[in-house]
């Protein structure tokens, strides 16, 4: 019983880290100044929301097929996330979006 | 209220407000995006309907595939929408009240969720379906052993629109040689007017060229998996050839459409797409010749039904997948080829 309870917790845990980094880059998405820091603080959901949440639900797994499907679709995350926003990134600097430097006004 | 209701009423909340802010957007790239979330967030409602195929297929098509066919539509014309006059607004306003106000009124007539008592779970076909079809074909899931055998006509009917909608499509954006311009291939011309236009490539960008060929293979993979697979769990032919149809498209848009158009030259999708519906139908031929009704698989294995339906179920389900995904990927590839070439 209390190895469940411990899992529980484990688990809670995960899932509160997990959504409170998504909150945050949802956060970061409507409040960062411009391209390049949204687009950092959306990677973050990507990956560190998505992945902690993932791990929360493995420690939860009824059999061992779940856990394998999750295990891959976590690596599948860990792959694509951070490649989307790299791409992003590339394009929007390749088409001249400028930088925000310390100091200047919130361009919408 | 519990959590499944608080669960369903977020999503519609969310459902809603992407539908609105896909009417009130101007910039069209942005309004296929919302597209995109709409169909995700629908693919989740139906989750929570515990319709697994239909938010499969919803994800795969709305979501994926026709994203990105939207935008590469855009890309051929202007990406913002035009401003409709005021005054010519209040009868499409009309309308939509209209319609909207209908079918409010006929939801009120609509039994509540999960009834016992409705026609659908009364009707003595949900027995011979949800019972029945586990002697009689022996696979799990249900739902494609409704779709592939019980109402096999109504699947070929769906393959046929879809290899008609191909046809149609190519046979309005295929540009064919000039007979006049003794060169032929006007495609080969074109590029230098817009040299720039040919030469984006997403090959350039190193990461995801590399993340999308690690990629490729359990693309594929998962494709074939959906499509053998769907006689147990969800999936099916429709979902497979769109994720294998995403696949390409996912090869075409990093390395080009010149690579891709190498790997899948125009013939041979024009082959594939006819090759799916034929064998399809080929099977119902094959039920005919061995004595049965048309697809009426139980024939194609004498003494074995059950096997013969197995049978019967994977090979049209191949067909529907072979069908799906080289129509979409033809007509990905002739979007873009205009792209490119004009």
Same mark, same amino acid.
């Given at each position: 019983m209390?190895l469940?309870?411990?899992?529980?917790? !484990?688990?809670?845990?995960?899932?509160?880290a997990?959504?409170?980094?998504?909150?945050?880059?949802? *956060?970061?998405l409507?409040?960062f100044p411009?391209f390049?820091?949204?687009?950092?603080a959306?990677?973050l959901?990507d990956?560190?929301?998505a992945?902690?949440?993932?791990?929360a639900?493995?420690l939860?797994?009824p059999?061992?097929?779940?856990a394998?499907r999750l295990?891959?679709?976590?690596?599948?995350?860990?792959?694509?996330?951070p490649t !989307?926003?790299? !791409?992003?990134a590339?394009? !929007?600097?390749r088409?001249g *979006?400028?930088?925000w430097?310390?100091g200047?006004?919130d361009?919408? | 209220?519990?959590?499944l209701a608080l669960?369903?009423?977020?999503?519609?909340?969310?459902?809603?407000?992407?539908a609105?802010a896909?009417?009130?957007i101007?910039a069209?790239?942005a309004?296929?995006?919302?597209?995109?979330?709409?169909?995700l967030?629908l693919?989740?409602?139906?989750?929570?309907l515990?319709?697994v195929?239909?938010?499969f297929?919803?994800?795969?098509?709305?979501?994926?595939?026709?994203?990105?066919?939207f935008?590469?539509?855009?890309a051929?014309t202007?990406s913002?929408?035009?401003v409709?006059?005021?005054?010519?607004?209040?009868p499409?306003?009309?309308?939509?009240?209209?319609?909207?106000?209908?079918?409010?009124?006929?939801? %009120?007539?609509l039994p509540?969720f999960?009834?016992?008592?409705?026609p659908?779970?009364q009707?003595p076909?949900? =027995?011979?379906?949800l019972? =029945?079809?586990?002697?009689?074909?022996?696979?799990p899931?249900?739902?494609?052993?409704?779709? &592939?055998?019980y109402?096999g006509?109504?699947t070929?009917g769906e393959?046929?629109?879809?290899?008609?909608a191909?046809?149609?499509v190519l046979l309005?954006?295929?540009?064919?040689?000039h007979?006049?311009?003794?060169?032929?291939?006007?495609?080969s011309?074109?590029?230098a007017r817009?040299?720039?236009r040919?030469?984006?490539?997403?090959? =350039?960008?190193? $990461?995801?060229?590399?993340?999308?060929?690690l990629l490729?293979?359990?693309?594929?993979?998962f494709a074939?998996? $959906?499509?053998?697979?769907?006689?147990?769990g969800?999936g099916?032919?429709?979902q497979a050839g769109?994720i294998?149809?995403a696949? $390409?498209?996912?090869?075409?848009?990093?390395?080009?459409l =010149?690579?891709?158009r190498? $790997?899948?030259?125009?013939p041979?999708?024009l082959?594939?797409?006819?090759?799916g519906v034929?064998?399809?139908?080929?099977?119902?031929?094959a039920?005919?010749?061995?004595?049965?009704?048309?697809?009426d698989?139980?024939?194609?294995r004498?003494g074995?039904?059950?096997?013969?339906? %197995?049978?019967?179920?994977?090979?049209?389900?191949?067909?529907?997948?072979?069908?799906?995904a080289a129509v979409?990927t &033809?007509?990905?590839?002739?979007? &873009?080829?205009?792209?490119?070439s004009r």
């Open positions: 209390s469940d309870l411990l899992l529980n917790l !484990a688990t809670g845990l995960l899932m509160l997990g959504g409170g980094f998504a909150v945050t880059g949802g *956060v970061g409507l409040r411009d390049y820091t949204r687009v950092h959306v990677g959901t990956s560190a929301g992945g902690l949440i993932l791990l639900l493995l939860q797994v059999d061992w097929g779940t394998v295990v891959l679709i976590m690596l599948f995350l860990l792959v694509t996330g !989307a926003t790299q !791409a992003l590339q394009a !929007a600097r088409d *979006v400028r930088i430097l310390d200047e006004r361009r919408g | 209220m519990n959590t669960l369903n009423v977020f999503l519609f909340a969310v459902l809603v407000a992407t609105l896909i009417t009130r101007r069209l790239y309004a296929a995006m919302l597209a995109s979330l709409f169909s967030v693919a989740s409602l139906f989750v929570m515990d319709a195929d239909v938010a297929t919803e994800a795969a098509v709305g979501a994926g595939v026709s994203t990105v066919l935008l590469s539509v855009l051929l202007r913002r929408e035009a409709t006059p005021r005054r010519k607004r209040w499409a306003g009309l309308v939509v009240l209209l319609t909207g106000g209908t079918l409010l009124f006929a939801s %009120q007539d509540p999960g009834a016992p008592d409705t659908v779970q009707h076909v949900t =027995d011979v379906y019972v =029945d079809s586990t002697e009689q074909i022996g696979i899931n249900t739902v494609t052993a409704v779709l &592939a055998s109402r006509y109504d070929l393959l046929v629109v879809i290899f008609t191909g046809v149609a309005l954006l295929t540009r064919l040689p007979p006049q311009d003794p060169a032929g291939a006007p495609e011309a074109a590029p817009y040299p720039d040919a030469s984006v490539v997403l090959a =350039d960008y190193r $990461v995801l060229r590399v993340v999308s060929k490729m293979p359990f693309i594929l993979l074939c998996y $959906v499509l053998f697979h769907g006689e147990y969800p099916g032919g429709f769109m294998l149809a696949g $390409v498209i996912l090869f075409g848009l990093v390395f080009g =010149d690579v891709a190498r $790997v899948l030259p125009r041979v999708l082959v594939l797409i006819a090759a034929l064998l399809y139908a080929g099977v119902g031929v039920d005919l010749l061995l004595g049965g009704a048309f697809l698989y139980d024939v194609l004498p074995s039904p059950q096997a013969g339906q %197995q049978l019967g179920i994977l090979l049209v389900e191949t067909g529907v997948g072979i069908t799906v979409m &033809a007509v990905f590839f002739s979007f &873009a080829g205009r792209g490119v």
